[in-house]
C-alpha cells in the first residue's frame, strides 16, 4: 500500500503534462452520477486528463468486468464487489480506496407525502413502492434491510417496483409512477437539503454504512490517466465536491 501511495504521489507532479494527457474508462454507480460528472469536468480542466464516465448497478458491472469489459477504474457502490475483484486478479492490489459513504432516503415527489420519521411506510397508503435491484444494486440491498429491520418487508413486497438501478429507481418516483422510493441522499440534495417533494433520511442504525469503494482495475494497470483520477479523487477539490451531495468521507 506504501508503494502504491508513493507512486500516485509521484505521478501527481506530472498531472499537468499536456504531453501526457490521456483517457480513463470509468465505470460508476449510479447514485455518484452528479457528483462525478462534476469531478470528472474539474478533472480534465485541471489535468488534461478525460474520463469516459459510464453509469449503472455496482452488480451488472461487476459481470461486465468479468466478461472483459475494458473499464480501467471501478467507482462502486459497495465495498464488496472491488474487494472480490482485487481477489480474483480483476484488480491491481492494493489500489482500493473508499471514496464516499453514501446515504439512504425515503423520498416522494410529492411535497408532505412522506413524514420525518418514514411512518408513511406502516401506513401504507400508497400503490407503489420503488426501490433498487438488490441483487445488483447495493442501495436497493440497504431498502430491503431497513423493511426488514422494521418488520415491514412482507407486508410491503406487493407493492415494490424494481429499477434496474437507483437512477431508474430515481425516475420512477420523479415521473409519478411509484409515489415513494429508496434512492440515493446525493439524487435528491441540493445546496444542502432535499430540492423538492418531501423525505426521510433512513436513520443509520437500520442499514449497514454504504462504504463505496474505488479500485484500479487490470486494464488501467500502470496508465498515467487513471493513476491521475485516482489522486484527484483524494483531492480537497474532489472531497469538497463530494460532501456537498450528502456523503460522508
Same mark, same amino acid.
Given at each position: ?84 475483484l ?12 473508499t ?28 400503490k407503489?413502492?420503488? @426501490? #433498487? ?8 440491498? !440497504?431498502?430491503? &434491510?431497513? =423493511? /426488514?429491520?422494521?418488520?415491514? *418487508?412482507?407486508?410491503l ?12 429507481t ?56 487513471? @493513476? #491521475? ?8 477539490? !474532489?472531497?469538497? &465536491?463530494? =460532501? /456537498?451531495?450528502?456523503?460522508? *468521507?
Amino acid at each position: 500500500m506504501q508503494r502504491f501511495k508513493g507512486l500516485l504521489a509521484m505521478f501527481a507532479l506530472a498531472l499537468a503534462s499536456p504531453a501526457r494527457a490521456g483517457e480513463v474508462r470509468v465505470a460508476v454507480a449510479s447514485n455518484f452520477t452528479a457528483p462525478m460528472e462534476a469531478i470528472a469536468a474539474a478533472f480534465e480542466r485541471e489535468t488534461g486528463h478525460k474520463a469516459l464516465l459510464s453509469f449503472g448497478a455496482t452488480g451488472k458491472f461487476y459481470a461486465q468486468i468479468k466478461n472483459g469489459a475494458p473499464f480501467e477504474l471501478l467507482l462502486a457502490a459497495d465495498a464488496t464487489t472491488p474487494a472480490k475483484l482485487e481477489q480474483e486478479g480483476a484488480a491491481v492490489a492494493g489500489t482500493r480506496f473508499t471514496y464516499a459513504v453514501g446515504k439512504l432516503v425515503l423520498w416522494s415527489a410529492q411535497p408532505g407525502f412522506i413524514d420525518a420519521q418514514g411512518e408513511v411506510l406502516r401506513k401504507g397508503n400508497f400503490k407503489h413502492l420503488a @426501490l #433498487a435491484n438488490p441483487k445488483t444494486a447495493p442501495y436497493g440491498a !440497504a431498502a430491503i &434491510e431497513v =423493511l /426488514s429491520q422494521l418488520k415491514l *418487508l412482507d407486508a410491503l413486497a406487493p407493492k415494490f417496483v424494481q429499477g434496474e438501478n437507483i437512477t431508474q429507481t430515481y425516475q420512477f418516483v420523479a415521473s409519478g409512477n411509484a409515489q415513494l422510493g429508496f434512492v440515493a441522499l446525493s439524487q435528491v440534495l441540493e445546496g444542502g437539503k432535499v430540492a423538492e417533494g418531501s423525505a426521510w433520511v433512513v436513520a443509520q442504525h437500520l442499514y449497514q454504512p454504504l462504504r463505496q469503494d474505488a479500485v484500479v482495475l487490470t486494464a488501467g494497470k500502470g496508465k498515467l490517466a487513471t @493513476l #491521475a483520477l485516482m489522486v484527484f479523487l483524494k483531492s480537497k477539490k !474532489a472531497q469538497e &465536491e463530494i =460532501l /456537498s451531495y450528502g456523503y460522508t *468521507l
